[in-house]
């Protein structure tokens, strides 16, 4: 005769397998949010503060064109690092609000605050570029991509300098949104 063999199926204990594994994304998700944070800051900050600086050298083709090729070469990894690390925050800060801090004076959702500062800012990127200092861009870009004629114009010099300030300010938008995911982290 043949024995079957019957297994008791051992029960599923949900929520302390689930908190175990979610209390390791928490501090994979802060590291990874706020290097990448601080890469995209510190990456928009340099161009504006290093580079940028020495690009103001040249003149007309010249000058548009390695604008051209600094700003292009900044695109993926600026905004692709900005944007992954606003998504790591807006994740943090939706499972904050689930573990409000106990206070002396009663519950405080500052953390979860500060995640969503943090988030809103990083993707703001987006809209500031787009909305503040998309029209500079594509003046500068169709006069580096059309020759000679478009790049000598007076006021070329001008756009150039005034996305360079604007590049500053959002570079410092990335490092306040870095600093409150950073701030955010510790409490």
Same mark, same amino acid.
């Given at each position: 005769m043949h024995k079957?063999?019957?297994?008791?199926?051992?029960?599923?204990? %949900?929520?302390?397998?689930? %908190?175990?594994? +979610?209390?390791?994304?928490?501090?994979?998700?802060?590291?990874y949010s706020i290097l990448a944070a601080s890469l995209a800051a510190g990456a928009n900050l340099t161009t504006s503060i290093i580079t940028f600086p020495a690009l103001l050298h040249a003149t007309g083709q010249t000058l548009t064109k390695q604008w051209l090729i600094?700003?292009?070469?900044?695109i993926v990894p600026v905004t692709g690092c900005a944007l992954t690390s606003s998504l790591g925050f807006a994740?943090?800060?939706?499972?904050?609000?689930?573990?409000?801090?106990?206070?002396?004076?009663g519950v405080s959702h500052a953390k979860g605050h500060l995640y969503v500062a943090a988030a809103v800012g990083l993707f703001g990127l987006a809209p500031y570029t787009r909305l503040l200092m998309w029209s500079t861009i594509t003046e500068i870009s169709n006069r580096a991509r059309s020759g000679k004629e478009a790049s000598e114009k007076a006021?070329?010099?001008?756009?150039?300098?005034?996305?360079?300030? +604007?590049?500053?300010? %959002?570079?410092? +938008?990335?490092?306040?949104?870095?600093?409150?995911?950073?701030?955010?982290?510790l409490l």
């Open positions: 079957s063999r019957h297994f008791k199926a051992i029960p599923y204990k %949900r929520t302390s397998l689930h %908190r175990s594994k +979610m209390s390791l994304l928490t501090p994979a998700l802060q590291t600094l700003y292009e070469a900044g994740t943090l800060a939706y499972r904050a609000s689930f573990s409000p801090t106990l206070t002396t004076t006021d070329t010099r001008e756009l150039v300098e005034r996305w360079g300030t +604007m590049n500053f300010w %959002r570079g410092v +938008m990335l490092l306040g949104s870095a600093g409150a995911g950073v701030w955010a982290s």
